[in-house]
């Protein structure tokens, strides 16, 4: 997941902003922007690509630094492609946010929001945040209870922050799924935000790291939440230590945060319905006593994890192989094996062959991959397309 910074206070927020947004590079990031607030004007820069490129062009617009808020973020898409537009913060008519994570319900809010005269300009989920706090509050003219009607009614994993010109002094902000921290500046009257400790150290020492479910809002005057679980901690004084998360080393941290990165790299990119079981024709699976998956590579291991599920689900054995072995070991082939490749193209070359050996020797076969009318979908018995 990618990165939020927020900052109000006298300092120049630019840098402040562009700073945080560097500590949290290495997380990884296809576009960034930044919002910034002064009176009531709010100027925005967003870049494609890495943070020099958003850099260059705060520098050439002759920004003359004088905000008292701003909003930063790099995005990690995940609804839209990478581009400038999609970038986030994103603008409703006098609003921005910046968002970590996804909304799932987006599809439904926009619709609604559509129907009420709304415009959208991006392919984002995010955008539906912005639209919906303006919709609340133009009804109700009343900006924290537009704010908690449209937390009300996101669905998903998000963190928040919102700024906007019908209350310019102040940072909207929530968090649920994604992380958020919020923090007391070292100098009085300034309050950060981030979404790891990274970005705050040497700037705070006093942060919440805000549990799910936890908002409100902040302003020079403080900050000012909507429940009552709120425990201050102090922040660690170490940048290296703050980055690896408290491990040693980075290896250690990429190999305990494995699950982590795995699931959010399939969040927004699975899909329930995809493969439509009611197509499969059931006599594939007559008089089969064993299942043996083979593929190469990538697939191969995504072999080795389907072969648990097949087991466990099917009560029959499965076993999987590496094509380019499978081929030249004389396996054994008996009828009652139902054979499944996976290939990405469906045109892995020993794969392929693989497939043509199992034919041959007179065994059931399916292949997964993503491309129809592919070598081996011309091959195999039935086709299980995965996009
Ligand atoms: N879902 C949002 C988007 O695609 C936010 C992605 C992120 O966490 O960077 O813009």
Redesign the pocket.
Known sequence: ??GIVGYIGCKNNTEILLNGLKELEYRG?DSAGIALLHQDKIEVYKALGKLNNLEQKIQDSNIINNHTLGIG????????KPTEL?A?PHLGEYSYVV?????ENYKELKEELIKDGHKFVSQ???EVIVHLFENFNNKLNNTEQAFNKTIAKLEGAYSILLISKSQPESIFFFKHG?PLIVANGLEEDEVLFASSDAPLIGLANDVVYLEDGVGGIASSNGIEFFSENITWATLPTSKQYAQKDGFRFFMEKEIYEQSDVVTDAML?RLRDDEIDFDEFDASLIDGIGETKICACGTSYHAGLTASYLFERLSRTKCSVEIASEFRYKEPLMTKNTLFIVISQSGETADTLEALKMAKNAGLKSIVVCNVDNSSMTRVADHTVLTR
């Open positions: 997941m990618c990031y973020h790099t995005r990690w898409a995940t609804h839209g999609n986030h968002h970590n994570g996804i909304i984002t989920d995010t994604s927004g």
